[in-house]
C-alpha cells in the first residue's frame, strides 16, 4: 500500500512539473449579489422598471482565487408570480453578445415565453471579458485600406499581417485576462451565480454559442442540472476542435439557406422584390457577386444625400447577415434587387438600410479571446490560404467570408486558456437536455444539432422546420415554456411560424 501510494505521488509530481494538472489553491468564495435598480447604475439606458443590477467580484483564474479578481455584471427580472420555481440563467450568444442587454430589452424583444416571465427570476450576466463586466479591451482588426476579408488571393498576404499586428496589440493591453476567458472560466462564473441565488440546481436556457457554454457547463457539472433548453445548437467537438472546420461547415450551410431564400422569393411573386424580373433568382444573385467583385457599385439609401459605394466584401457582409432572419427577407431582397439596379444603371426605390446594421458595435475581440482558446485551430496562417481555394469552390460567396471573418487571430492569438475544456461531451446529465434547431440555418447548421444529440449523455432534438437563426417561434416558446417549468419534453418537430415573405 506504501508503494502504491509513493507511486501515486511521483505520477502527479511529474504531471505537475508537465502542467499537465493544476491544483486549485482554494476554493473560490461565493459572491454575495448586492442587487440594485439598473436605472440606478445606468440612468442613460432604458431598462424596465422592475430590472436589478449586481456586480460581483470573481476570480482571475478559479485555479487560483488569490491571484486577482474581475467583475461581472449581472442583472435580473424578479418573477412576477408568488408560484415562483426558481432562477432561469440566460445567455444570448455570441461569443461577445452581452446578456445584461438581453434583460433591459426584455420588454421590447419577445425572446421567452410569458410564463416564463412569471415563475422565474430571469438572470444573465455579461460574461467575462464582454460589455460591463472587466472587458477584453483591443483595437479594431480593421485597416481602412483592406476589405473585411481577403476576397481575392493577391490580398491574403497584407489580410494576414495585419491580423498578425492586431493579435499582438490586443495581447499587450488586455494582458493576463486573454488566458482567464474560455467557456470553461464562464462556467465556472456560473456555476458559483447559481450558487450565490440559492438553486441547487441549474436552469439555463442559452442560443447560438449559449448552448455550448450550456454543454460545457453540462459535462463539468453533471449532476448540478435541473433543465437547459439550447437553441441553435453548435456542435461541441467543433467548437472545441478546429475553427476552420466549424466557418467552413458555416459557408456551406449559408449557401445551402441562400438557395432555399431564391426557391421562397420565386414562390412569393410580386411580395419579393427579386421576383419582378425573370430568370433564376438564385443565378441571378451569382452573376451580381461576380460582378460586384470586379467593381463596387454606388446605391441610394433614405435620408443619405450622396450615393454610398459597396463593395464586394461589404455586400457579403450584408448577405451572410441577411440569411441570419427570414423575417427581414423581404428587405434583403429589395437590398439585392437595388445592387442588381445599380450595376445595370436601372431605376430602383432608394434604401432603409443595409442588412447588416445591426452588428457595427459588436466585440470582435471579446469572440477572438473565447474563440480562440476555447478551440486547437492550427498556429500556422497557411492553413487559412489553403482552406480557402477549397471554400472558393464549395461555397463561392460565403466561404471567405467566414473562414477568415472570424477564425485568422486564432493563428497568432497570444492568449492561452488555463483550463479550456476539451472535452468529453458525453457525460450522464442529472436531466435530459432540450436542444432545438432549425432546419436551414446558416450559422448553426441542422447537422450539427443531429451530431450534438447523438454526442450527448441525454439529450432530445426538437426539429423546426424553418429558416434562419433565429428560433423564436410559437411552437418553440411553449416548448421550451413546459420543459423548463415541468421537465416535460416535446416532440421531434415543429414548424417555424409564418412562411418566409408572407408579411
Not at 473562414?403 to 458525453?426: E, H, I, V
Request: hydrophobic share 40%.
Amino acid at each position: 500500500m506504501l508503494g502504491r501510494m509513493l507511486w501515486r505521488s511521483l505520477v502527479l509530481a511529474l504531471l505537475l512539473i508537465l502542467g499537465a494538472v493544476r491544483v486549485p489553491a482554494a476554493a473560490a468564495a461565493v459572491p454575495e449579489l448586492e442587487w440594485r435598480p439598473c436605472t440606478g447604475l445606468y440612468p442613460a439606458e432604458r431598462f424596465p422598471a422592475d430590472a436589478l443590477c449586481a456586480k460581483p467580484r470573481m476570480p482571475l483564474d478559479h485555479d487560483d482565487p488569490r491571484a486577482g479578481t474581475i467583475e461581472l455584471v449581472v442583472a435580473k427580472l424578479p418573477a412576477r408570480s408568488n408560484d415562483r420555481i426558481g432562477t432561469l440563467f440566460l445567455n444570448p450568444g455570441g461569443p461577445g453578445d452581452s446578456g445584461v442587454n438581453l434583460i433591459r430589452d426584455a420588454e421590447r424583444v419577445r425572446r421567452w415565453s410569458p410564463e416564463l416571465r412569471e415563475r422565474f427570476d430571469l438572470v444573465s450576466m455579461d460574461p467575462r471579458g464582454v460589455a460591463r463586466s472587466t472587458p477584453v479591451h483591443c483595437p479594431d482588426m480593421g485597416d481602412p485600406r483592406l476589405p473585411l476579408f481577403p476576397y481575392e488571393r493577391a490580398q491574403e498576404p497584407a489580410y494576414l499581417a495585419a491580423a498578425a499586428a492586431y493579435t499582438e496589440d490586443c495581447g499587450r493591453r488586455a494582458g493576463r485576462l486573454l488566458d482567464h476567458v474560455s467557456t470553461a472560466d464562464v462556467a465556472r462564473d456560473l456555476d458559483l451565480l447559481r450558487r450565490a441565488v440559492g438553486d441547487a440546481k441549474l436552469t439555463y436556457q442559452g442560443g447560438s454559442y449559449g448552448t455550448y457554454l450550456g454543454m460545457v457547463y453540462a459535462n463539468m457539472f453533471p449532476d448540478r442540472v435541473r433543465a437547459m433548453a439550447l437553441a441553435a445548437v453548435v456542435d461541441p467537438q467543433a467548437w472545441a476542435g478546429d475553427q476552420l472546420g466549424r466557418a467552413g461547415d458555416q459557408a456551406r450551410a449559408s449557401e445551402q439557406v441562400l438557395r432555399r431564400f431564391s426557391r421562397e422569393c420565386r414562390a412569393a411573386g410580386e411580395r419579393c422584390a427579386l421576383a419582378a424580373r425573370p430568370g433564376d433568382i438564385h443565378q441571378r444573385i451569382t452573376r451580381l457577386y461576380d460582378r460586384l467583385r470586379d467593381e463596387p457599385v454606388r446605391v441610394r439609401f433614405k435620408g443619405v444625400a450622396e450615393p454610398v459605394t459597396m463593395t464586394y466584401d461589404v455586400t457579403v457582409l450584408d448577405l451572410a447577415r441577411g440569411m441570419y432572419w427570414p423575417r427581414e427577407w423581404p428587405a434583403t431582397a429589395r437590398y439585392l434587387a437595388a445592387l442588381e439596379a445599380a450595376v445595370a444603371s436601372r431605376p430602383y426605390e432608394p434604401l432603409d438600410k443595409r442588412p447588416s446594421s445591426d452588428v457595427a458595435d459588436y466585440n470582435w475581440a471579446a469572440n477572438h479571446a473565447v474563440t480562440c482558446t476555447d478551440s486547437v485551430t492550427p498556429r500556422d496562417p497557411s492553413h487559412w490560404t489553403r482552406t480557402a481555394r477549397a471554400l472558393d469552390r464549395q461555397a463561392p460567396i460565403f466561404g471567405r467570408y467566414f473562414l477568415y471573418g472570424g477564425t485568422l487571430p486564432c493563428a497568432t492569438w497570444s492568449g492561452k486558456a488555463a483550463d479550456r475544456y476539451p472535452g468529453p461531451f458525453d457525460k450522464p446529465t442529472s436531466a435530459r437536455l432540450l436542444l432545438v434547431n432549425n432546419l436551414y440555418d446558416p450559422a448553426t447548421p441542422y447537422q450539427g444539432a443531429v451530431r450534438a444529440s447523438r454526442l450527448l449523455a441525454s439529450a432530445h432534438l426538437l426539429t423546426v422546420r424553418g429558416y434562419g437563426h433565429d428560433t423564436r417561434v410559437p411552437c418553440v416558446l411553449e416548448a421550451e415554456a413546459r420543459y423548463l417549468i415541468d421537465g416535460r419534453l416535446p416532440g421531434v418537430g415543429c414548424t417555424g411560424g409564418d412562411r418566409p415573405f408572407t408579411t
